[in-house]
């Protein structure tokens, strides 16, 4: 692989992550909001969006076949629902940063266990790196408090983002990044809209603000129906060992996002944080080098000899 098309089969997934990242600031303004209401709505309206920008770029949606269901299902159980609730009931019991360093530890996961769902052995290149960007991340977000349930709820944090990327993998090759995210999201959606009807209280929609409206409304567009299919993209290009490297990107991109958002010039950490994830991206997304193959050694010919 040359190193424009490595780069070019990476960039949808770096923006994808960095859009992700960016998120966490617009995500606080939704604390207060009917949690499973408003991401219902959320899922919805990007449902909808992936649908008429699919049709656009005139891209088939395939409807799921046999087992192709229960692959896309788990998808929105685990990266859209579960992940949603471990990361609001996880706040509960440990500081953000718990959770964040858990999640952030994703590239770990999907380097060991993404090959095998591809048949492969996993990367050396990429099982070394992984660690790096994990604990670059880790500096960027910080540690924090937690109890024994914090724990937990970070640990399903982490099952879950990492069920995102892997569980998508059977299903890629048929389809395509449009079509997962198509079919993700809306189950997603119905799920979160069961889970309103059951456990929150229809009225509670007055109280959800205008402001909170909007976040749902940029979380729906950016962070789900462009982000996405962005990472689906580099998932199936590059395959999600060397694609969860690019999750090390999210927490880089909060800081960032935060510093844009008046919070302040970051500590030195995050900024030897930001150098580390740098590194370890670069040591474990670099093309491998091109071993030109010896050529075949031509068979020796022996001549018949004559009889005198």
Not at 73 to 92: D, M, Q
Not at 112 to 125: A, K, T, V, Y
Not at 168 to 176: D, F, I, S, W
Request: glycine share 10%; aromatic share 6%.
């Amino acid at each position: 692989m040359n190193t424009n098309s490595s780069l070019r089969d990476l960039a949808p997934g770096i923006a994808g992550m960095a859009l992700v990242g960016s998120s966490v600031t617009v995500s606080h303004s939704l604390v207060d909001a009917p949690l499973f209401t408003v991401q219902a709505a959320r899922y919805a309206g990007a449902a909808l969006l992936l649908l008429a920008l699919a049709r656009a770029a005139r891209v088939p949606v395939l409807r799921p076949r046999g087992r192709e269901w229960l692959w896309l299902a788990g998808i929105a159980l685990t990266g859209l629902v579960l992940f949603n609730v471990a990361v609001v009931r996880g706040v509960a019991h440990a500081e953000p940063a718990v959770i964040a360093v858990a999640v952030a530890s994703v590239p770990i996961l999907l380097g060991l266990l993404g090959p095998f769902l591809e048949g492969r052995r996993p990367s050396r290149q990429v099982l070394l790196a992984a660690p790096v960007v994990v604990a670059g991340a880790v500096l960027v977000e910080g540690t924090g408090r937690t109890d024994a349930a914090g724990v937990v709820w970070a640990a399903l944090a982490l099952g879950c983002e990492a069920g995102f990327t892997l569980l998508a993998v059977p299903v890629l090759r048929r389809h395509g990044p449009w079509g997962v995210s198509v079919h993700a999201v809306w189950m997603g959606a119905l799920m979160f809209a069961g889970l309103a009807v059951a456990f929150e209280d229809p009225a509670d929609l007055t109280s959800v603000t205008a402001t909170q409206w909007a976040a749902s409304g940029y979380l729906a567009l950016m962070v789900t129906a462009v982000a996405f299919v962005l990472w689906y993209r580099t998932v199936a290009a590059v395959g999600p060992g060397r694609a969860g490297l690019l999750t090390g990107i999210a927490p880089v991109a909060a800081a960032g996002a935060g510093v844009c958002a008046g919070a302040g010039v970051p500590d030195p950490e995050v900024w030897l944080g930001l150098a580390v994830v740098i590194a370890g991206l670069t040591a474990g997304l670099r093309p491998a080098p091109h071993r030109p193959v010896a050529p075949a050694k031509a068979p020796v010919r022996h001549e018949a000899r004559q009889a005198p």
